[in-house]
Each structure stands twice: as C-alpha cells, then as structure tokens.
C-alpha cells in the first residue's frame, strides 16, 4: 500500500511538472511575432528579431515604462540604421532590404546589432549573414 501511494505520488508530479512545461512552452511561443526568426534577443525593454533571408530587423517594446526602444544594425564596426519602437508597451517597428538602401545587408558578412533605450542599458547581439 505504502508502495503504491509513493508510485501515485511520483505519477502525479510528473504529470504537473509536463503541464508546467507546456503551459510555459506556449506561453513564450505566443509572446513572439510570427515569422521564423533566424536569431533572437532580449534585454531590458527590448527584444530583437531577425530573419536573414530578406534581411529583416524587428525590434519590440516589452516594457510599459514610457521609453521608446531602438535596434541598431551594422558591421565592420559601422552603424548603417537604427530602427525605432515608439509606441509603448507591445509596439514593433521592422525594416527589410525590401526598403531598399541601407536596409539590404551584406551576405557573408558578420552584422552587428545594439538595443535598448535611449537612456541604457545597451544590449548586444551578432551574427553571421549567410542569406
């Protein structure tokens, strides 16, 4: 008797841990903008996505304290755009090579992206564009 309550015990936490997981798992898969993002990153209010085929910057505000947020996307230790998120808590702004210019990002070529606010704290990310 003593035996089975143990196994019964043992079942039950297994089966809360999963649920836990999964409740967790599709709780981060619904805060993200759809899109298969190549790379992603969080810091401070923000967080950055990027989709290297058709070079796409997404930048995101997570927090409701007023500050707008930014991505700044370059290389070869030159800044070539910011992107900015001015609307609050939620709100995204997103550049592509489809804008043309300095938005279409050197293929092979190491990008370098710095985010946050305009008062800090700065975060950084890289990554190889191979796309």
């Not at 370059?74 to 995204?92: D, M």
């Not at 370098?112 to 990310?125: I, K, L, M, R, Y």
Request: charged share 25%; glycine share 14%.
């Amino acid at each position: 008797m003593k035996l089975r309550k143990t196994m019964l015990t043992a079942a039950t936490l297994a089966v809360t841990a999963a649920s836990a997981l999964t409740i967790t798992g599709t709780a981060a898969a619904t805060t993200s903008p759809p899109g298969g993002w190549d790379h992603v990153w969080a810091g401070g209010d923000a967080t950055v996505y990027v989709e290297e085929k058709g070079d796409v910057t997404k930048v995101c505000d997570t927090k409701a304290d007023g500050q707008p947020v930014y991505a700044k996307v370059g290389f070869g230790g030159q800044w070539k755009y910011t992107v900015w998120a001015k609307g609050g808590l939620g709100s995204c702004a997103e550049r592509s090579e489809k804008d043309k210019g300095v938005y279409d990002l050197v293929e092979g070529r190491e990008i370098e992206v710095e985010f946050g606010t305009g008062n800090g704290p700065h975060h950084f990310g890289r990554f190889l564009n191979a796309r």
